[in-house]
């Protein structure tokens, strides 16, 4: 409750220009195959009619780690770490300069005006290197309180949307998950 009320009150002074500046960033895995959902793959038919025998297919083992960087205008940067690539915070810190230089091309305006970031408590995020690399650029972290779904839009509202999109699609290859 608290973080939520700090941000109403910064939104309060500032309207619109805080909005402006908040950056939300989060990772999911992206599947090479994923299958469809019971709901998805249900056949129309009578209430009389047999039920058909469905056999559990599971996802592939081809993932990607997708890191994505939106504001409210449009997507910043869309980041695919390497497959088998663990993502540390030296990892997270290379991220973070690619975002750097997409808010600098996309947002040139965001230069003069400082850069709030709204990305979840992972370890990788809260790391020291990190923080210590985001108060030189001086950017500031947004509080975020954990399974808040208000505050983390991308856990409950970009991510399974994209994922039940791509849900039963198959891909030859990891670039075809990229594209």
């Known amino acids: 409750m608290g973080a939520s009320l700090t941000h109403l009150f910064r939104f309060n002074d500032h309207g619109e220009d805080f909005l402006e500046q908040i950056i939300t960033g989060d990772e999911t895995w992206v599947h090479q195959y994923c299958p469809e959902t019971k709901a998805q793959s249900m056949p129309w038919k009578h209430p009389g009619s047999p039920t058909i025998k469905k056999f559990k297919a599971s996802t ?72 210590n690399l985001l108060e030189r650029w001086s950017w500031e972290i947004l509080e975020h309180p954990p399974y808040s779904p208000d505050l983390a839009p991308s856990d409950f509202h970009l991510f399974p949307n994209v994922k039940k999109h791509l849900r039963a699609k198959r891909f030859k290859s990891h670039d075809y998950v990229k594209h």
């Open 60 to 131: 592939s083992c081809g993932k990607l780690m997708a890191t994505v960087f939106w504001d409210m205008h449009r997507v910043l940067l869309l980041h695919f770490s390497p497959p088998n690539e663990t993502v540390n915070s030296a990892a997270y810190q290379a991220t973070l300069k690619k975002l750097k230089r997409a808010v600098q091309r996309r947002r040139p305006q965001m230069s003069d005006k400082r850069v709030l970031l709204l990305h979840d408590n992972a370890r990788p995020h809260t790391a020291h290197a990190r923080v």
